[in-house]
């Protein structure tokens, strides 16, 4: 699963961000009809609160009915009409007392739209959307069956008017993003490709070096049977060794590369946990005697049977115990046990080196980091060591940890499944 979602990491990242995006502009939407309810229901308050107001106000300070008169004009060069004929009652000059009150309360309420005015009658209600009536004087039997009408033609552009802000940042907030979001999948793209390119390339030199350096070790066996009396000759130490470690250096690229790669195979078989760490230790031995270390161990009495690949979990022991002798400026002390514990073999690794920095916790993990050493510049290598140890180590269901301390040594801790 985890290697398909690597090979498919782009196209599943451009879907999630194609999902976002359709998904943030969703919610816009939302927000933006819901922001627009507000504003209309806002509006609404107001002209119904102006139109109360005006009508309360009128009639409480003047004792005449309002009677009904066909509008000839209004105050503030606002149109009024007339919609059901003429009437027979006189409405006289307190029209203007009325159209200027209500004017009044419409600025004071904060509504500065275009409007227009109009007596209806009790059979005529508001039935446009942007009307609204208030009964004049429903105490008063001839203005029962009047309302006072205010019909704004422009309320739709209020509307727009007071959401365009939000509408204009959405846009360039989604525009925004969808911009960005494309930038970096492009740049994921490349990046990609440059990674492909890269680890092709390195593959192709590792084969294409693996094979001089074979020739190199065969040439060495060959010139050692033929020459017995140089066997032990300084140069010929040197060469050899350093031969060796570079080859140990391209295989551990090579099969972290195919471990890396779908559909890698372990060739696994019932093992003993305590024979592969002793094989391991015996690989070192020479390395160990040239620094005067020790190492020591406590395994238990009973076998330690694991189901995995020996030439990997080989590696493993044979990279951590390396590493514990490298990264230490006194004599080496090295103890490895193993201990049962949960349906799990811990086996674990404890050293007296430089240790580790929490920081460099972090990322020692990961392919081509290396530890921070400080002076010891003999340490040499490709960081991939514990990037390979780690991928072995899940491919076999298991898990490596790391307990360490500046200056007080580091404890790994691998854990395998019994059987």
Known sequence: MKNWINQYRIPLLFAAVCVALTLLIVFQVNWLLTARDMVKEQFDQKVSLALGSTLTDYNAKHTQELLLNEFNSCVDNKACYFFEGQVDEILGAEKDTLLATLSGYMSCFGIEEQYDVAILNKQNY??????????????????????????????????????????????????LLAVVSFIILKALVQQERITENNIDFFNNTAHELKTPLTNITLALSLFNRQNKDKANNKYLGIIQKENTKLIT?????????????????????????????????????????????????????????????????????VNLIDNALKYCKKQPQVQISIREQNGMYKLLFSDNGIGISRNDQAHIFKKFQRVNTGDIKESKGFGIGLSYVKKALELHRGYIKVNSELHKGSQFEIGLPTI
């Open 126 to 175: 508001c039935k446009a959307s942007n009307s609204y009536c208030c009964a004049i004087n429903p105490t008063v039997q001839e203005m029962a069956d009047y309302q006072l009408s205010v019909t704004f033609p422009c309320r739709d552009d209020y509307v727009f008017d007071k959401l365009k802000f939000m509408i204009l940042s959405c846009i360039l907030i989604s525009l």
């Open 249 to 317: 250096q391209i295989e551990r690229v090579l099969y972290l590369s195919k471990m890396e790669s779908e559909g890698y195979a372990l060739q696994e078989t019932e093992l003993n946990l305590k024979e592969i760490v002793t094989e391991a230790i015996g690989y070192m031995e020479m390395i160990t005697n040239e620094k005067n270390g020790q190492i020591t161990t406590d395994f238990p009495v009973s076998p330690c049977i694991v189901k995995g690949d020996k030439f990997h979990l080989n590696n493993i022991c």
